[in-house]
Nanobody, 127 residues
Framework: QVQLAESGGGLVQPGNSLRLSCPVSGHSFSSSTTLGWFRQPPGGDREFVAA????????YYADSVKGRFTISRDNAKNTVFLQMNSLKPEDTAVYYC???????????????????WGQGTQVTVSS
């Protein structure tokens, strides 16, 4: 009964910030656990945003969000975060958090590598 519950989305103007949160429950974390954020824009496909290896904290980002978004986690609270700064209209999407029980560097950007997904939270960036 692994559950991920994204929250923190909303409507913001370009240049503003949002912080997404995703607590994870029902999962026995291991050293290989990977936490990821994906997004699906209107009419588009699900795309990689950021990922982090829970154990080491090493993070990876899509080129489109580097320097603006930061993924982090609080292992004690079993929660992964996505801090989104300098938001742009093209960031508008439904954002999903995901968990992979085992992933390697070559697959952390692929949705198929993840075993569990949250319900999604809407982020709309518009003036």
């Amino acid at each position: 009964q692994v559950q991920l519950a994204e929250s923190g989305g909303g409507l913001v103007q370009p240049g503003n910030s949002l912080r997404l949160s995703c607590p994870v429950s029902g999962h026995s974390f291991s050293s290989s656990t990977t936490l990821g954020w994906f997004r699906q824009p209107p009419g588009g496909d699900r795309e990689f945003v950021a990922a982090m290896f829970r154990n080491t904290g090493r993070a990876y980002y899509a080129d489109s969000v580097k320097g603006r978004f930061t993924i982090s986690r609080d292992n004690a609270k079993n929660t992964v975060f996505l801090q989104m700064n300098s938001l742009k209209p093209e960031d508008t999407a439904v954002y999903y958090c995901a968990l992979a029980q085992r992933a390697i560097l070559s697959t952390v950007r692929l949705p198929t590598a993840y075993d569990y997904w949250g319900q999604g939270t809407q982020v709309t960036v518009s003036s």
